[in-house]
């Protein structure tokens, strides 16, 4: 064989160039099957009822590299509250509580992303609930970013506690003197998120 076309078909045969890793994009979304919403409030004054919503979505825009860039969008179908109790959840659905037929959803919208320390940040958003919308911060918990043969994950826990008579939230009833659902309502945000 002659050793230009040798070289010719050598050539021809080479294993094409590794593509390029994929840049990041910085955005990011929930997963909902390694994410929970959740929440707990007291009980009579003495213990502890503990729920969670079941439907919601959360677009988060980050770049490690800059948290103070960040933002999220979380939406919460306020029907979806679950505390294993039919008739508690009910009782949540009801126009004494969520009023879900007029308030289908609550939603987060960040307005400030401050660092607190090593590998937390502080979010300050608008909640907006009932048709209310109040100022809250989330204490958040940043995990790190992953790069899984599915793609990269980043994951945030957040914390807050809301008091329910803000977003017109007042029924109550007593029992025994004590109050049957307490006023304050602390939440608590488990996202693990994979990159779009």
Do not use: C
Request: a neutral charge; glycine letters at 6%; aromatic letters at 8%.
């Amino acid at each position: 064989m002659k050793p230009l076309l040798f070289l010719a078909l050598l050539q021809a045969y080479q294993a094409p160039p590794a593509a390029a890793p994929a840049a990041a994009t910085n955005k990011w979304a929930a997963d909902p099957a390694h994410s929970a919403v959740g929440f707990r409030v007291r009980h009579l004054g003495i213990t502890w009822v503990n729920g969670q919503f079941k439907q919601f979505t959360a677009e988060v825009n980050y770049d490690p590299n800059n948290p103070e860039a960040a933002s999220v969008v979380a939406r919460i179908q306020t029907a979806s509250v679950d505390t294993d109790n039919e008739r508690r959840d009910n009782d949540l659905r009801s126009s004494n509580y969520l009023a879900v037929d007029s308030f289908p959803e609550m939603t987060f919208v960040s307005k400030k992303v401050e660092r607190a320390g090593d590998g937390r940040l502080r979010i300050t958003g608008d909640l907006t609930l009932r048709g209310v919308t109040r100022s809250v911060v989330l204490d958040t918990e940043v995990g790190g970013v992953l790069t899984t043969p599915r793609g990269r994950r980043t994951a945030f826990s957040a914390t807050t506690t809301l008091k329910r008579q803000d977003y017109g939230i007042t029924f109550n009833r007593l029992m025994e003197g004590a109050q049957v659902v307490g006023d304050d309502v602390k939440i608590t945000i488990d996202i693990e998120a994979i990159e779009r």
